[in-house]
RNA sequence: AGGCCCGUAGCUCAGUUGGUAGAGCACCACCUUGACACGGUGGGGGUCACUGGUUCGAGUCCAGCCGGGCCUACCA
């Protein structure tokens, strides 16, 4: 086996590994999560990914983040399921497929009909639809494919038609004629989270006059859709307005039509103080309007086609686009000498959100969630702390929302989703059933009439933590998994997703859906713009996958995930963390040359211990601590640094050299002991970084030695716990002053410019008991630091060469001549002048009195040994520069 | 209009309860030593946006201010 290494390539590379691994895991089914289990639950229901999606950056942070934990949780004994799934988002998906079939056959849906469009639809899904979780294989995602589900499966449509029926059965969902937001494009209603509001767009506002239907006179009104006068039924002043005060009551002439138009008084739409303190009322078209005009009982005309052309009730202006319209109208009213200027105006334009298109507030019969209910549970819930959001800062977002919300109006007007279980007898009869119904349940009529809507996407999104398994059956799987443990998905679907997640769980399974919500930071491109499929910014992972490997761009993502804050992509970083992949490579292939002194039936001999293997112990075990302890916060950044800092900088760079002198030249006991230390410090290191790295991790860990009983992978194997034991160990860290002397020695080698290659003799002076512990020890300066003899002052003290000092240890390089008198004199004067200041703060702050009286003793304790220390080594670097000549005696 | 976040080394960013400013990359010098040049060793580099306040002590808390970003909102 030892003889592999040799085959084993120099540099690590990901693509020849990853796939190959993944296949492992998943056909030896690791990644099976079990409805019955002695091991406590763990589970995260995936964020469904639309099936029009191809990998982004942003999936791939949720994968990570995601993945990470998973894995974390079912290495440390969790019965830990991670469920997959695809949403069949309604709009995006009916507009690419409609694209398609316009690029290939030139025909609109309406061309094929509705039951044609949505066949074609399904082909589509059966033949793209499970790109994206393939995309996610390549990330290491360990899902649970057995349970994958689809919003629009069968049991899901149970789940839904079973949800809606309950909420009408309770009053909760209702019909009604109101106002809506309204796509002219896509031909539907939308909800109020689906409008963008694009802030900041530069509009005019028109002045027109309404002429006074008695007597002379006329009212001046201002609107940013002149267009819209055509629907007037009102024209509102406010009830104190000295200006209009005559005239309420009163009534307008419309100039295009004659009719009469009340002037009414609402103190509550109208501010005097802006325009001309008169507002035009068009209660079909416009939110504030909708409302006047329920207040004062006006006429609600609607002018627009569901195209956003004008109807029939816009007389000469029928059949024109909305913004044709609005010329036209303009043009009118200036031919009739009413046109009374335009002034530039700043508005928020609400646009489609999908498709970009100026919406329309619109009349017509939707269908409505009553939603005050159950916000209500779902606001309590998070108060009590049954749900704790992760940063807790959005725990305000979510709240502030869910205070103010405005009843949901869910059926699109759409033809990919779930029709609305709803019928109609020719009387007019509401029917709503779980099945299809033989006859009206109200007139018993037989003839009835589906409605033609679907449902918001959202509203099964909604149910997704408990539909996904098995609701509204009570199944095991639902017994076990369901509140999920952590949702984890990005800030911006707080409202659409995670807020009715919250309200649908609670109201249908009676708790929360989640215990935590970790929202991550939003991927932004390199100018700090959110990628988005609609502006076709996005990066492609795989792309990056394919020239770092899975792992690094893994890495990377949970590094840069601090709470909080966005992640701008750096390629930089990704190369930086495949060199990390790398590097640990390398200390494998180091490892595994000296594996075969490994006896893995017998148990660690601690007793039998160098001081470098018992170091990297005490530091390994640290690290797991600060690790998990990181894990358990969702400090991603924190925990992958640690991981980083421990592997390369710890072990690497430290212990693989303090090892070398014993694995090459110890005697068989020792080569054997320190040869187990390096294996179990390396292995438990490797499972440690899986859940962040999860196939170089792999790839290693398969080719250790390792013990008759242990797991057939690293993913299944348990993951690293602190010895308490060895987290505090005060021989462990008296290493450090090793370590210090040797980065000592090595800095004043520089200074004096010894070659590279040279070896050098050293004396030092210390204490008697640091003596006596360095004398023992002065073997390990040999291959760190280049020194052939390193002897206490008793037997030499070369003077009028530079010294060096660290932790209390004074020591001497004899030689003849300083090469580099010059920088060495500029760097002495430099450190001089820094601890000089240094020196001087602190002593300010002990002789102030204040600070003495009012700090804790152990930060008094602190500065009086930091003084002392700062001012030995000040008192070295005079001495050094008086011996260069260069002191001021 | 309201709310939230950010401004720390050339770049990208960490900095838990206030107690001598950190990482990665980049940069400089030296080194192909028997895991690794995707490497090693040693370095340089910051008045923590600004102004006040609280405190013995503030990157860290409070107030204000400048700059950047985001989210909610029906101002005609």
Same mark, same amino acid.
């Given at each position: 086996?030892?003889?592999?290494?040799?085959?084993?390539?120099?540099?690590?590379?990901?693509?020849?590994?990853?796939?190959?691994?993944?296949?492992?895991?998943?056909?030896?089914?690791?990644?099976?999560?079990?409805?019955?289990?002695?091991?406590?639950?763990?589970?995260?229901?995936?964020?469904?990914?639309?099936?029009?999606?191809?990998?982004?950056?942003?999936?791939?942070?949720?994968?990570?983040?995601?993945?990470?934990?998973?894995?974390?949780?079912?290495?440390?004994?969790?019965?830990?399921?991670?469920?997959?799934?695809?949403?069949?988002?309604?709009?995006?998906?009916?507009?690419?497929?409609?694209?398609?079939?316009?690029?290939?056959?030139?025909?609109?849906?309406?061309?094929?009909?509705?039951?044609?469009?949505?066949?074609?639809?399904?082909?589509?899904?059966?033949?793209?639809?499970?790109?994206?979780?393939?995309?996610?294989?390549?990330?290491?995602?360990?899902?649970?494919?057995?349970?994958?589900?689809?919003?629009?499966?069968?049991?899901?449509?149970?789940?839904?038609?079973?949800?809606?029926?309950?909420?009408?059965?309770?009053?909760?969902?209702?019909?009604?004629?109101?106002?809506?937001?309204?796509?002219?494009?896509?031909?539907?209603?939308?909800?109020?989270?689906?409008?963008?509001?694009?802030?900041?767009?530069?509009?005019?506002?028109?002045?027109?006059?309404?002429?006074?239907?008695?007597?002379?006179?006329?009212?001046?009104?201002?609107?940013?859709?002149?267009?819209?006068?055509?629907?007037?039924?009102?024209?509102?002043?406010?009830?104190?307005?000295?200006?209009?005060?005559?005239?309420?009551?009163?009534?307008?002439?419309?100039?295009?039509?004659?009719?009469?138009?009340?002037?009414?008084?609402?103190?509550?739409?109208?501010?005097?103080?802006?325009?001309?303190?008169?507002?035009?009322?068009?209660?079909?078209?416009?939110?504030?309007?909708?409302?006047?005009?329920? !207040?004062?009982?006006?006429?609600?005309?609607?002018?627009?086609?569901?195209?956003?052309?004008?109807?029939?009730?816009?007389?000469?202006?029928?059949?024109?686009?909305?913004?044709?319209?609005?010329?036209?109208?303009?043009?009118?009213?200036?031919?009739?000498?009413?046109?009374?200027?335009?002034?530039?105006?700043?508005?928020?334009?609400?646009?489609?959100?999908?498709?970009?298109?100026?919406?329309?507030?619109?009349?017509?019969?939707?269908?409505?969630?009553?939603?005050?209910?159950?916000?209500?549970?779902?606001?309590?819930?998070?108060?009590?702390?049954?749900?704790?959001?992760?940063?807790?800062?959005?725990?305000?977002?979510?709240?502030?929302?869910?205070?103010?919300?405005?009843?949901?109006?869910?059926?699109?007007?759409?033809?990919?989703?779930?029709?609305?279980?709803?019928?109609?007898?020719?009387?007019?009869?509401?029917?709503?059933?779980?099945?299809?119904?033989?006859?009206?349940?109200?007139?018993?009529?037989?003839?009835?009439?589906?409605?033609?809507?679907?449902?918001?996407?959202?509203?099964?999104?909604?149910?997704?933590?408990?539909?996904?398994?098995?609701?509204?059956?009570?199944?095991?799987?639902?017994?076990?998994?369901?509140?999920?443990?952590?949702?984890?998905?990005?800030?911006?679907?707080?409202?659409?997703?995670?807020?009715?997640?919250?309200?649908?769980?609670?109201?249908?399974?009676?708790?929360?859906?989640?215990?935590?919500?970790?929202?991550?930071?939003?991927? !932004?491109?390199?100018?700090?713009?959110?990628?988005?499929?609609?502006?076709?910014?996005?990066?492609?992972?795989?792309?990056?996958?394919?020239?770092?490997?899975?792992?690094?761009?893994?890495?990377?993502?949970?590094?840069?995930?601090?709470?909080?804050?966005?992640?701008?992509?750096?390629?930089?970083?990704?190369?930086?963390?495949?060199?990390?992949?790398?590097?640990?490579?390398?200390?494998?292939?180091?490892?595994?040359?000296?594996?075969?002194?490994?006896?893995?039936?017998?148990?660690?001999?601690?007793?039998?211990?160098?001081?470098?293997?018992?170091?990297?112990?005490?530091?390994?075990?640290?690290?797991?601590?600060?690790?998990?302890?990181?894990?358990?916060?969702?400090?991603?950044?924190?925990?992958?640094?640690?991981?980083?800092?421990?592997?390369?900088?710890?072990?690497?760079?430290?212990?693989?050299?303090?090892?070398?002198?014993?694995?090459?030249?110890?005697?068989?006991?020792?080569?054997?002991?320190?040869?187990?230390?390096?294996?179990?410090?390396?292995?438990?290191?490797?499972?440690?970084?899986?859940?962040?790295?999860?196939?170089?991790?792999?790839?290693?860990?398969?080719?250790?030695?390792?013990?008759?009983?242990?797991?057939?992978?690293?993913?299944?194997?348990?993951?690293?716990?602190?010895?308490?034991?060895?987290?505090?160990?005060?021989?462990?860290?008296?290493?450090?002053?090793?370590?210090?002397?040797?980065?000592?020695?090595?800095?004043?080698?520089?200074?004096?410019?010894?070659?590279?290659?040279?070896?050098?003799?050293?004396?030092?002076?210390?204490?008697?008991?640091?003596?006596?512990?360095?004398?023992?020890?002065?073997?390990?300066?040999?291959?760190?630091?280049?020194?052939? !003899?390193?002897?206490?002052?008793?037997?030499?003290?070369?003077?009028?060469?530079?010294?060096?000092?660290?932790?209390?240890?004074?020591?001497?390089?004899?030689?003849?001549?300083?090469?580099?008198?010059?920088?060495?004199?500029?760097?002495?004067?430099?450190?001089?002048?820094?601890?000089?200041?240094?020196?001087?703060?602190?002593?300010?702050?002990?002789?102030?009195?204040?600070?003495?009286?009012?700090?804790?003793?152990?930060?008094?304790?602190?500065?009086?040994?930091?003084?002392?220390?700062?001012?030995?080594?000040?008192?070295?670097?005079?001495?050094?520069?008086?011996?260069?000549?260069?002191?001021?005696?």
């Amino acid at each position: 086996m030892a003889s592999e290494n040799e085959t084993l390539p120099k540099a690590y590379e990901p693509a020849q590994v990853e796939s190959r691994w993944y296949t492992f895991w998943k056909e030896s089914g690791f990644f099976a999560a079990h409805d019955e289990s002695d091991k406590p639950p763990f589970s995260i229901a995936i964020p469904p990914p639309n099936i029009t999606g191809s990998l982004h950056m942003g999936h791939a942070v949720f994968v990570t983040l995601q993945d990470v934990l998973t894995r974390w949780k079912r290495m440390s004994g969790y019965n830990a399921l991670w469920l997959p799934g695809t949403d069949h988002a309604g709009i995006a998906t009916q507009m690419l497929v409609e694209r398609d079939l316009m690029e290939k056959e030139g025909k609109s849906r309406h061309d094929i009909g509705r039951e044609a469009f949505v066949e074609r639809v399904w082909a589509w899904k059966r033949k793209y639809g499970g790109r994206i979780t393939e995309q996610f294989q390549q990330l290491g995602a360990s899902l649970d494919w057995a349970r994958e589900r689809f919003t629009l499966d069968e049991e899901f449509n149970r789940a839904v038609r079973e949800a809606f029926v309950r909420l009408w059965e309770e009053g909760l969902i209702y019909r009604a004629n109101r106002l809506i937001n309204w796509c002219p494009k896509d031909r539907t209603a939308l909800s109020d989270l689906e409008v963008d509001h694009d802030e900041g767009a530069q509009g005019e506002l028109f002045e027109f006059a309404y002429p006074l239907a008695e007597g002379e006179g006329e009212i001046v009104v201002a609107t940013t859709r002149p267009e819209t006068m055509l629907g007037d039924t009102a024209v509102a002043v406010h009830p104190d307005d000295e200006r209009y005060r005559h005239l309420i009551g009163k009534e307008v002439r419309h100039p295009f039509t004659g009719e009469r138009i009340p002037i009414v008084a609402d103190s509550i739409l109208v501010d005097p103080s802006f325009g001309t303190g008169a507002v035009k009322i068009t209660p079909a078209h416009d939110f504030n309007d909708f409302e006047v005009g329920k !207040r004062h009982g006006l006429e609600m005309r609607n002018i627009l086609n569901p195209d956003g052309t004008l109807n029939e009730a816009a007389g000469p202006f029928a059949g024109m686009d909305r913004f044709e319209a609005r010329k036209a109208v303009k043009e009118k009213l200036a031919e009739l000498g009413l046109a009374r200027g335009t002034k530039p105006h700043v508005l928020a334009l609400a646009r489609c959100q999908r498709c970009g298109t100026v919406v329309e507030p619109y009349l017509s019969s939707q269908w409505f969630v009553k939603i005050a209910p159950l916000a209500k549970p779902a606001i309590e819930a998070v108060e009590k702390g049954d749900t704790v959001f992760v940063p807790e800062t959005w725990t305000n977002t979510y709240m502030a929302w869910m205070r103010d919300i405005h009843d949901w109006c869910i059926s699109r007007q759409l033809w990919w989703g779930h029709r609305i279980p709803a019928w109609y007898c020719p009387d007019g009869h509401i029917t709503v059933a779980r099945e299809t119904p033989e006859s009206c349940s109200t007139c018993g009529a037989r003839e009835l009439r589906q409605d033609e809507d679907v449902l918001d996407t959202w509203f099964s999104s909604g149910l997704w933590p408990f539909a996904t398994l098995g609701w509204p059956e009570k199944t095991k799987a639902l017994e076990t998994f369901y509140p999920t443990s952590v949702l984890e998905t990005g800030y911006d679907i707080i409202f659409f997703w995670v807020a009715r997640m919250m309200m649908m769980g609670l109201h249908f399974m009676g708790q929360v859906p989640f215990r935590t919500v970790y929202l991550h930071a939003m991927v !932004r491109d390199e100018k700090g713009d959110k990628m988005s499929k609609t502006k076709g910014n996005v990066i492609d992972p795989l792309d990056v996958t394919e020239k770092y490997g899975a792992d690094a761009l893994r890495f990377t993502l949970a590094a840069m995930t601090a709470q909080g804050r966005d992640i701008k992509l750096s390629l930089e970083r990704v190369a930086g963390y495949k060199a990390f992949a790398n590097k640990i490579w390398n200390a494998a292939r180091f490892a595994l040359l000296h594996m075969d002194q490994v006896d893995m039936s017998r148990a660690p001999e601690p007793e039998k211990w160098s001081d470098a293997d018992r170091w990297i112990v005490t530091r390994y075990h640290r690290a797991v601590a600060d690790t998990v302890a990181a894990l358990q916060a969702f400090k991603f950044n924190e925990a992958t640094s640690r991981v980083y800092q421990f592997l390369w900088h710890e072990f690497c760079d430290w212990y693989i050299e303090l090892v070398k002198p014993r694995l090459y030249d110890g005697t068989p006991e020792e080569k054997a002991t320190s040869a187990r230390v390096l294996r179990d410090v390396l292995e438990g290191s490797l499972r440690l970084l899986h859940p962040f790295m999860p196939f170089v991790t792999e790839e290693i860990w398969q080719k250790l030695p390792r013990a008759k009983d242990d797991p057939p992978s690293i993913m299944i194997a348990p993951y690293p716990t602190p010895d308490p034991d060895r987290l505090e160990d005060a021989e462990a860290d008296r290493f450090d002053t090793l370590v210090e002397w040797v980065q000592a020695i090595r800095s004043l080698r520089v200074d004096l410019s010894v070659p590279e290659g040279a070896e050098v003799e050293v004396f030092f002076d210390a204490d008697e008991e640091t003596t006596a512990w360095l004398a023992s020890r002065v073997g390990w300066l040999r291959r760190l630091a280049k020194v052939k !003899r390193a002897a206490p002052r008793a037997e030499g003290w070369p003077e009028k060469v530079p010294s060096g000092f660290v932790r209390g240890i004074d020591f001497r390089i004899p030689l003849e001549g300083v090469v580099n008198r010059e920088e060495l004199v500029a760097k002495l004067r430099k450190e001089e002048e820094k601890l000089a200041a240094e020196l001087e703060k602190i002593q300010g702050r002990l002789s102030n009195e204040r600070f003495l009286a009012r700090a804790p003793a152990d930060v008094v304790a602190k500065d009086r040994a930091l003084s002392e220390e700062m001012g030995a080594r000040l008192a070295k670097v005079r001495e050094n520069l008086a011996m260069l000549g260069e002191g001021e005696g």
